[in-house]
């Protein structure tokens, strides 16, 4: 079956602009989570959603970071008014149920901030 | 929160040997997940151990898990050029928490 899948897989935008990056979870999936990834590092935990509801947004950076999954799939990353330090690979999982069960990751966008 | 510290940050052996790599964390976890990253793309899940378990396989990988220790360790056996990637431990407690890695290479 598919997997769980990101788009785009790699945005240049420019220091100042908004952006969205998009995952489509795996199919019935209720869990969905967002992680940052920057080189050299492990992938950092940002957003958890149970189905349409932040259900731990913690790792969130700051305010300029927001994430929506208003039918309780697909969701979206949004980061306003960029900074050439939120450049990293954007990766989203889903679970079946809640985050004790094993996550499926996707492939990652891949954010150049200029 | 807490995340897992993988160790070495680096090996690299010759095909055919085991490669063997630590995670060690420092509360209490429901589960611990190890995965596998190649070239800073996506991860892909290997295996998951519960807090009550202590040793799992999956082909030629072999997980164990000591809570009194606090730590993981993940064995590739017979290893292949393919293995050739960064892994992780996930650290599932109150949120998936993941280390630096272990750089794995694979040298035929």
């Known amino acids: 079956g598919a997997g769980v899948s990101q788009t785009p897989s790699n945005k240049v935008t420019e220091k100042g602009k908004y952006v969205e990056l998009r995952c489509d979870p795996i199919?019935?999936?209720?869990?969905l989570y967002w992680y940052r990834q920057s080189l050299g590092q492990g992938p950092e935990f940002l957003i958890y959603?149970?189905?349409?509801?932040?259900?731990?947004d913690s790792g969130l950076p700051n305010d300029r970071f927001f994430a929506v999954r208003p039918e309780g799939s697909v969701s979206t990353l949004k980061i306003q008014r960029t900074e050439r330090g939120d450049s990293a690979v954007y990766l989203c999982?889903?679970?079946?149920?809640?985050?004790?069960?094993?996550?499926?990751f996707g492939p990652g966008t891949r954010l150049l901030v200029l | 929160s807490q995340q897992g510290e993988e160790d070495p940050q680096a090996l690299s052996i010759q095909e055919g040997e085991n490669a063997t790599m630590n995670c060690s964390y420092k509360?209490?976890?429901?589960?611990l997940q190890w995965y596998r990253q190649n070239s800073g793309r996506g991860l892909v899940h290997l295996i998951l151990?519960?807090?009550?378990?202590r040793e799992k396989h999956s082909g030629r990988l072999r997980v164990t898990l000591d809570t009194s220790k606090k730590s993981s360790s993940l064995l590739i056996t017979a290893s292949r050029a393919a293995d050739t990637a960064s892994y992780f431990c996930?650290?599932?407690?109150?949120?998936?928490?993941f280390g630096k890695g272990t750089s794995l290479l694979v040298t035929p």
């Open positions: 999982a889903s679970s079946l149920g809640g985050r004790q069960e094993t996550q499926y």
């Open positions: 199919s019935g999936h209720t869990a």
């Open positions: 959603f149970q189905g349409t509801g932040a259900a731990d």
């Open positions: 509360t209490s976890i429901n589960n």
């Open positions: 151990i519960r807090s009550n378990e």
């Open positions: 996930g650290i599932s407690g109150y949120a998936l928490n």
